[in-house]
């Protein structure tokens, strides 16, 4: 563990005071985490989606300082601690990366899960720690084992997952007419498998398969308009997932690269977008709920697993048609990493 302090002045102005920005770096799967832990601007707001809101209109110039270069890089992403107002919620969360504010991030629930026991933010309990952050999409609830003074592997239950469309037709340049699946896990993604793209996801290099997945991101926008149960400021589409097409239940990895925000690659299997994959392997009756699946990072190989919980309804989706909505149950390692960002 490794706590880092990133000073910069947030003005074009040489007179103005520098201040200081607290953060703490992690990673799970290869993928970083910084989490601003203290020096941010003072946030409005009386719910999470209005005070994601509050930093989106109005303090957006912080994320960029902290995202970007030179104190961040193209794939750093972040999460910003707040005050939960679910009844329940241990902490509050937002997200952030490069070109904005997501709305559910897998793999930072669980570093900040491990984050929260070795912080003391709660207390530490054998052999396993239960908390619930409280995130944009809604409370995740997640365990950290926890032995011998030591805090080791995370798992947390999503929330409601949910396919939107199967097969669903879009016309993306290069690549002509292509088949995807919507589903949401916490945030809302496209799958194609790689054959689809000309692609060989095990060997393809990052680059060919940013490139791939970007046009089909925005072809599907320009397509399918989304719509969430809950709330509209949820309904849209973070990114597109590459699988390695590999969905019928096997008990050797499964493996997708992600592609979120402005072109951004996940080093991880990405926790939101397997959830999200999850929901469409069970709506096609390919993955058994007693077993656990494992899924790995088409670029790193790092590995999570998952499977469903639970059937679950959740708004107008029902009377829809789009099937069961799922509850995931996830699992992974993280770990700390020292600052590599001077201020």
């Known amino acids: 563990m490794a706590e ?10 040489k007179s103005s005071p520098a201040f ?33 809101a509050y930093v989106r209109d109005n303090l957006d110039v912080f994320r960029k300082r902290l995202m970007w270069e030179p104190r961040g890089h193209y794939d750093m992403y972040g999460a910003m601690l707040v005050d939960p107002d679910y009844k329940g919620a ?17 793999h930072a629930c669980i570093a900040l899960g491990r984050y929260a026991v070795d912080k003391g933010v709660v207390p530490a309990k054998s052999p396993q720690t239960e908390l619930v952050i409280q995130c944009p999409t809604g409370p995740v609830k997640v365990w950290v084992d926890y032995q011998d003074g030591k805090s080791g592997r995370v798992r947390f239950h999503s929330v409601p997952a949910f396919v939107f469309a199967l097969d669903q037709e879009v016309d993306v340049p290069n690549y002509g007419r292509v088949k995807v699946d ?19 996801l095990r060997t393809a290099p990052i680059h060919a398969v940013r490139n791939a997945a970007t046009p089909v991101t925005e072809a599907v926008k320009k397509a399918v308009p989304l719509c969430h149960p809950e709330h509209p400021d949820l309904a849209f589409l973070y990114g597109t997932t590459i699988t390695d097409g590999r969905d019928e239940y096997d008990p050797t990895p499964t493996a997708n690269t992600c592609v979120f925000g402005d072109a951004s690659v996940d080093r991880s299997p990405t926790g939101s977008g397997v959830t999200a994959r999850v929901a469409i392997q069970y709506r096609r009756g390919q993955i058994d709920p007693s077993k656990e699946r494992q899924f790995a ?20 989706f029902d009377r829809r ?4 909505k799922l ?17």
Not at 35 to 47: A, H, L, Q, R, S
Not at 298 to 308: A, D, E, F, L
Not at 321 to 324: D, E, T, V
């Open 20 to 52: 200081v920005i607290k953060t703490v770096e992690m990673h799970t799967g290869g993928h970083p985490l910084r989490i601003i832990t203290d020096g941010y601007p003072k946030i409005e707001g009386k719910t999470i989606l209005e005070k994601r």
């Open 4 to 13: 880092s302090k990133l000073q910069a002045t947030f003005s074009d102005s």
């Open 327 to 343: 509850v995931l149950h996830r699992n992974r390692r993280v770990y700390w990493k020292g600052c590599q960002y001077p201020a």
């Open 182 to 200: 919507i589903a949401y896990g916490g945030a809302f993604y496209a799958f194609l498998p790689d054959r689809s793209l000309g692609l060989d």
């Open 321 to 324: 048609g789009s099937g069961g």
């Open 297 to 316: 990072s088409g670029n790193t190989g790092s590995v999570m697993t998952g499977r469903p919980v639970r059937e679950t309804t959740w708004g107008e």
């Open 90 to 106: 241990d902490i509050g969360v937002l997200f952030m990366h490069n070109e904005g504010y997501s709305t559910m991030c897998g």
